[in-house]
């Protein structure tokens, strides 16, 4: 199936600073969900995008629909010892039901 | 929030024994379950999708006859891995999709050794 590129693939951080990261496709998707993956635990949806452009946000995190519809990017403010996790990006195309997901970018928060 | 449930969430089995694993959604109904495996620090690959009462629909790649789905009511799917072998070895995560709605929620997934 399809598969989505996320970049960066994995993150070192400093707590408090800020997070960006970025999903890319070469097909054109009409929904965009972002979700976080703690290990051994199954993925928990942060964001859903619905439209070309939206900005959605949810507490420390925003995340944005590209205009161009291929791509997203999630950014985390702030970042705690708790954002820690694998964040994926989740694609769904006009026509399908289901959704692809991207490689994922592992994220350290180092207190 | 929509929580759904997997059963069991660790399974150790024998080399050609089947498994089954089941996918309940516990405060809604779910038209439309995922399944979905996930090999160490990878993604999530998309096996099949699961519409209640009828034939799943398959991955390019996910044998049927293999990876057994059944989504008999709107609340529970299950997935049984038939022969299992030592490759089959995986964290499956079923997910499920609220009638009308786009998003999906995660079960907490089902960690699987074939020894």
């Known amino acids: 199936g399809q598969q989505l590129n996320q970049s960066p693939q994995s993150m070192f951080i400093q707590e408090g600073e800020d997070v960006s990261m970025n999903c890319t496709s070469s097909?054109?998707?009409?929904?965009w969900l972002w979700y976080k993956q703690e290990p051994g635990e199954g993925p928990v949806l942060l964001i859903a995008l619905y439209k070309a452009g939206e900005l959605t946000s949810n507490g420390r995190l925003t995340a944005q629909f590209g205009i161009t519809r291929k791509d997203s990017f999630l950014n985390i403010s702030a970042s705690i010892p708790s954002d820690v996790g694998i964040y994926f990006c989740?694609?769904?195309?006009?026509?399908?039901?289901?959704?692809?997901f991207g490689t994922g970018t592992s994220l350290t928060v180092i207190p | 929030g929509a929580v759904v449930s997997q059963h069991p969430s660790r399974v150790i089995c024998k080399s050609g024994t089947s498994v089954k694993i089941e996918c309940r959604s516990l405060d809604f109904q779910a038209t439309t379950m995922f399944w979905y495996r996930q090999f160490p620090k990878q993604s999530l690959m998309l096996m099949a999708t699961s519409n209640e009462g009828s034939k799943a629909t398959y991955e390019q790649g996910v044998e049927k006859d293999k990876f057994l789905i059944n989504h008999a009511s709107l609340t529970l799917s299950t997935l049984t891995v038939t022969s299992a072998h030592p490759e089959d070895s995986s964290f499956y995560i079923c997910s499920a999709r609220l009638a009308g709605l786009l998003t999906q929620y995660f079960g907490p997934g089902t960690r699987l050794l074939v020894l």
């Open positions: 097909s054109i998707f009409n929904t």
């Open positions: 989740a694609g769904q195309k006009y026509t399908g039901n289901q959704f692809y």
